[in-house]
């Protein structure tokens, strides 16, 4: 049977992952390219609803793309593209928000949080039709399954609805994407301050570790992470978070279980843990600071790895906008 079809996507709004972004998002995607039809995008349409400088938007939509490849995501297992290089994703995105109430559009939260930051009259027409966007991202390849997060998952449910309500009012075109939970997912906290998730927005430099980001830089930030008070190492997100966050950093880069470590730590201090978790650190993203810088010192095959991504994903998205087309009247 042909394997299940996942569609997933993330915005080049940042120069370098953070190590939210990889042990969260980006390494389930490498590890989903095996069982699944993978298609992977940089929504760099995403990225443009909130004002941005074009030089630094074609930067980082290549350093992202550079970094998936560097990450392990292999051109001829999955298909990796760059959204608005398929032209459908837009050209769906209008009939889809014909299909949708300004109500409903009204409701989801990411909206509300964010208009709220930007501004009520300033945040763009743009920013509030997002997730109806992400909709067509997903609808558009017939996705059986969306790896999302706790913070997408009303996205997926309007995907949901409106796959449904264009099959009952046209006929069925649409798969209805499930939610795919990805067990183990480590959720990372920020370094400074583990009441808050490690994020390109809130974070401070000093809480954020940067893939890209010089070794030394990165081991600092480890080495001065907060810890909490007392001496024992052991693994308790209420009352040791900044401990149990460089414990979870640990497991997930090495893949030793949290019981392991807690015994291997054993009567040692935080100053012992954070070193060699900083070597860890370090040796992980060695190589791939050095595969994505080799990635973006040959543009010219960086170009043609997305270009053939592009082409594979346009012959789906193109079968699946002309359905549509056909069945609304065009
Ligand atoms: P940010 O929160 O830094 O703006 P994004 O919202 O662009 O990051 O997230 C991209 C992906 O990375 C999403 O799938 C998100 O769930 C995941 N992610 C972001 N931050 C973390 C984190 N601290 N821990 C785990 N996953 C994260
Ligand atoms: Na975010």
Redesign the pocket.
């Known amino acids: 049977p042909a394997r299940p079809r996942v569609l997933s996507g993330?915005?080049p709004?940042a120069d370098s992952f953070?190590l939210?972004?990889y042990?969260?998002?980006v390494r389930n995607w490498v590890a989903l390219q095996e069982t699944h039809d993978a298609f992977y995008c940089v929504v760099d349409l995403h990225a443009i609803t909130a004002g941005h400088d074009p030089v630094v938007l074609r930067r980082r939509t290549r350093v992202a793309a550079a970094q998936l490849l560097a990450v392990g995501l292999d051109p001829e297992r999955c298909t990796l593209f760059v959204q608005s290089q398929v032209p459908e994703h837009a050209q769906l995105a209008w009939v889809l928000d014909c299909l949708t109430g300004f109500g409903e559009a009204s409701r989801m939260t990411q909206f509300k949080d964010k208009s709220a930051k930007q501004g009520a009259e300033r945040a763009s027409v743009g920013l509030f039709v997002y997730p109806i966007l992400q909709a067509a991202d997903i609808l558009l390849y017939q996705a059986d399954a969306v790896p999302v997060?706790e913070?997408q998952r009303q996205h997926l449910e309007l995907t949901r609805d409106l796959a449904q309500r264009f099959n009952n009012l046209f006929g069925a075109t649409f798969t209805v994407p499930e939610a795919y939970i990805v067990r183990d997912?480590?959720?990372?906290?920020d370094l400074q301050d583990p009441s808050i998730?490690?994020?390109?927005?809130a974070s401070s430099p000093a809480g954020i570790i940067e893939l890209l980001d010089e070794p030394a830089k990165s081991a600092k930030k480890i080495k001065s992470a907060v810890t909490d008070t007392g001496r024992e190492i052991y693994y308790d997100p209420e009352q040791k978070p900044g401990l149990s966050n460089l414990l979870t950093i640990y497991c997930a880069l090495t893949g030793r279980a949290i019981d392991e470590l807690v015994e291997a730590y054993a009567g040692k201090g935080y100053g012992d843990l954070k070193k060699d978790l900083a070597e860890v650190l370090t040796e992980f993203a060695r190589p791939i600071r050095e595969r994505t810088h080799l990635y973006l010192d040959d543009p010219a095959q960086l170009d043609k790895v997305l270009a053939a991504g592009g082409e594979r994903a346009r012959a789906v998205a193109s079968t699946t906008l002309r359905t549509v087309y056909d069945r609304i009247g065009f």
């Open positions: 993330i915005q709004t953070h939210g972004n042990l969260g998002a997060g913070d997912t480590a959720k990372i906290t998730k490690m994020s390109k927005s």
